[in-house]
């Protein structure tokens, strides 16, 4: 073999040694991140353990650890995404469904695009400070808030304007913090649609409404409901905007003024009184539980973690399954 | 009505702007803005940040605060980036399809934990584990919050967004590039390496400007790991304020409507928001052409 050859061939054994540490530098990078996450999990769950029970999620807060729960904060936390939920839908779909079937490619539509997507890199806490100032001060319009009171026949509810630090404030807040993820997906929901689905309803003389309603919106809702859901539980652990709001870490009763479950069942109006009431939220609780000087609190924080886990489990879990029971019907 | 549902993100952005401008630059007649109160220069070229002293004592530099939220995006740069890029050439290059379905959702996992579950993870774990041991074995004073936590928490939480972003702009590279290489007697971590990585580079770039925005952002974790002393220093084992840390931080007591210490709040928000805004453009445009060039 001639010299060229040899040298060849050595440096070939050596590029090939190079490219097997290369993959298995990258190969360890992946598995390592993974460990990382198992180590979290772990290490909060240990913590967690034997703090996590049953009055845990139905007491609310005490200067006690072994007697504070997080009873405020969940129910709490359900009132904003289920009213974060009821705005950021309606606005969320029908902004994803005007610019993908009804906006024509204009200068106008280019803009709202790469408008939407940098709202969704806006920090945060922006938004806390843009919900502090629109809707718990509105822009300090009122020196001292003003009581209102509806009634509607068979019970009534009073709220305040400037809204205050009231659920309604955070529901609003986290809209609007949600509202660029939520179109996005269902944006990327509708592309997903085949056009033929559409070129063949407005062939049988359907007008463009009611392709986008019977025909493209069916289609991709299992999409959009993923979409949403995934939205949504990113905005349940979300705690920056919501400590920027004001809201109490802790609170000894959940909007409404509700103290147990017998409370909201023997007074129904405190339920409509909800919306319009301080609150807190598990991620709150668990920041103020870790601000907590006294030890005892961070197994109480762990055990707040892990129910927020399990919150954030059982939405996932339900996109996970809108998605998997929903594409096997449909073929193109 | 379709039209003002999408009309409403703008509205959105300019409700932003507009309140964050009103309270720092210029005030609407009977009260006055963060900046007709202090004078610009005091604000960018003063050291020193004592927002909640009076008089002589106070202090608006918003230096300290700059420079704690530059080291901890530092540090966590340093941590995510190669990590994550590691992961993308991984999945994308040399992961079979069923290491990819496992790799896959845990990143989702990891990137949809909460802030404050990384920050409590970062207090009760990776410093009193992690960097306590090792560093106070070699001679450093570590205080109990620390830069270095931080930027450490950060770290490991951008590292599913870089992974997931990169590796989409490294599946974009057409095959036929892969091909030609192997056909040229490349060997795959020269393919990887030398073809894949620079043809995506761009967009791998964007991916890491995103991030960076993102743990520029970041509020929670550090929060929690980082504590909240506005020291202009540059040890990461020292306690410093981030700017979204400082906002929270003055936002949890109450504060009085109209002082200078709740305008300095929007002043901090607008650098934040600008410096933000900045980078997610850049890095928006950067992948939009991207995706134009292979498809």
Not at chain 1, 197 to 220: D, I, M, N
Not at chain 1, 302 to 315: D, N, R, S
Not at chain 2, 72 to 83: N, Q
Request: with cysteine.
């Amino acid at each position: 073999m001639s010299l060229h050859g040899k040298i060849y061939e050595r440096r070939l054994v050596w590029r090939h040694r190079i490219g097997l540490i290369f993959e298995w530098v990258c190969r360890i990078a992946t598995f390592l991140s993974l460990g990382i996450l198992a180590v979290l999990l772990f290490s909060i769950g240990r913590q967690a353990f034997g703090w996590l029970g049953w009055g845990f999620l139905t007491r609310s807060n005490s200067y006690e650890a072994d007697q504070a729960g997080i009873m405020a904060g969940l129910i709490g936390s359900l009132w904003l995404v289920g009213l974060t939920a009821i705005m950021s839908v309606p606005l969320g779909v029908g902004a994803a469904v005007y610019l993908e079937e009804y906006a024509k490619p204009s200068r106008l539509t280019k803009f709202i695009q790469l408008n939407i997507s940098n709202l969704a890199g806006v920090p945060s806490i922006v938004y806390g400070i843009l919900g502090f100032t629109v809707f718990v001060r509105m822009f300090g319009l009122r020196d001292r808030p003003e009581r209102f009171t509806c009634s509607l026949g068979f019970a009534q509810f009073s709220f305040e304007l400037p809204l205050g630090r009231v659920v309604l404030s955070g529901a609003c807040t986290l809209t609007l913090l949600s509202l660029p993820v939520v179109i996005i997906a269902a944006q990327e929901a509708l592309r997903s649609v085949p056009p033929s689905l559409r070129h063949a309803s407005l062939a049988l003389g359907a007008t463009k409404w009611q392709t986008v309603r019977y025909q493209v919106l069916p289609a991709a809702l299992p999409g959009i409901m993923t979409g949403v859901i995934l939205s949504l539980s990113r905005a349940i652990g979300e705690t920056a905007p919501l400590a920027v709001l004001g809201a109490a870490a802790q609170l000894s009763f959940a909007p409404g003024r509700i103290h147990s479950i017998g409370d909201a069942v023997q007074h129904p109006s405190k339920i409509l009184q909800a919306p319009f009431d301080q609150f807190t939220a598990i991620p709150l609780q668990i920041y103020g539980w870790i601000n907590e000087p006294k030890a005892a609190f961070e197994h109480v924080a762990a055990a707040g973690i892990i129910v927020l886990l399990i919150v954030l489990l059982l939405m996932n879990g339900t996109a996970i399954f809108i998605r998997q029971r929903f594409q096997k019907k449909i073929r193109w | 009505m379709l039209f003002g549902c999408a009309l409403l993100s703008v509205l959105t952005t300019v409700a932003i702007i507009f309140v964050l401008v009103t309270e720092s630059l210029v005030g609407i007649p009977p009260h006055t803005a963060f900046f007709q109160d202090v004078s610009l220069s005091e604000f960018f070229f003063s050291t020193e940040w004592a927002p909640q002293f009076s008089g002589s004592q106070q202090h608006y530099g918003v230096m300290p605060l700059v420079c704690g939220t530059l080291l901890i995006t530092g540090i966590s740069g340093l941590i995510g980036l190669p990590a994550g890029l590691m992961i993308a050439i991984y999945l994308s290059e040399y992961a079979s399809p069923r290491a990819r379905s496992v790799c896959k959702p845990a990143l989702e996992i990891l990137a949809g934990v909460p802030t404050v579950v990384y920050g409590y993870f970062g207090l009760r774990f990776v410093t009193p584990y992690l960097i306590m041991p090792l560093f106070k074995s070699m001679g450093f004073s570590v205080y109990g919050f620390n830069a270095l936590c931080g930027g450490i928490v950060v770290g490991i939480m951008i590292i599913p967004m870089v992974a997931s972003l990169s590796e989409d702009v490294m599946r974009a590279v057409p095959n036929s590039l892969r091909e030609s290489g192997y056909a040229l007697g490349a060997t795959k971590f020269d393919v990887s390496a030398r073809i894949v990585v620079p043809s995506a580079l761009s967009g791998i770039l964007a991916s890491f400007l995103l991030a960076l925005s993102r743990s520029i952002g970041e509020t929670m974790a550090v929060a929690i790991c980082a504590g909240n002393s506005p020291n202009l220093t540059l040890n990461p084992f020292s306690s410093v304020q981030t700017m979204t840390a400082f906002i929270v931080n003055v936002m949890q007591g109450e504060v009085v409507a109209g002082s200078t210490l709740e305008k300095s709040l929007y002043a901090v928000a607008l650098v934040l928001f600008v410096i933000t805004l900045v980078m997610n453009l850049i890095s928006q445009m950067v992948l939009s052409r991207y995706r134009e060039v292979y498809q």
